[in-house]
């Protein structure tokens, strides 16, 4: 698996932990729709987050003649998943604002070593 998908996929762990968190009574189709992922990875990352124990699965549709609808809620390993998952993301994000600040820092420099005026760049775009 590639980094970026690996990096990806925990993404998307986070967001359904941050997700059920705060909504408990969320569907899988719910919880596509609201992070704006497949239903199929969904179901992935669900059935992947309940065998280790972050989340369970509760069937809520009552009556015999009714479709089982299944809610997920967080367990309290999840919660302690979810914060550390939290801290690593929000570091991810730290290094990558600070390496884009450098960067910003870098071409600035290089145009007005090159006698350009930022001002006026800024108005031609």
């Given amino acids: 698996m590639a980094k970026e998908e690996k990096y990806t996929l925990g993404e998307d762990i986070f967001n359904i932990l941050r997700l059920l968190s705060s909504q408990d009574d969320l569907t899988q189709r ?11 990875k969904t179901n992935y990352l669900l059935k992947s987050l309940i065998k280790k124990n972050l989340i369970k699965a509760r069937n809520f549709s ?45 071409l600035q420099q290089e145009l007005i070593a090159n006698g350009e005026e930022i001002e006026d760049i800024k108005a031609e775009v």
């Fill in 30 to 40: 719910d919880v596509s729709s609201h992070l704006e992922i497949s239903l199929g």
């Fill in 62 to 106: 009552h009556g015999k003649d009714k479709l089982g609808k299944v809610r997920y809620i967080l367990t309290k390993s999840g919660l302690k998943q979810k914060i550390h998952l939290a801290y690593h993301f929000l570091k991810k994000k730290e290094e990558e604002y600070n390496r884009m600040r450098s960067e910003w820092s870098k």
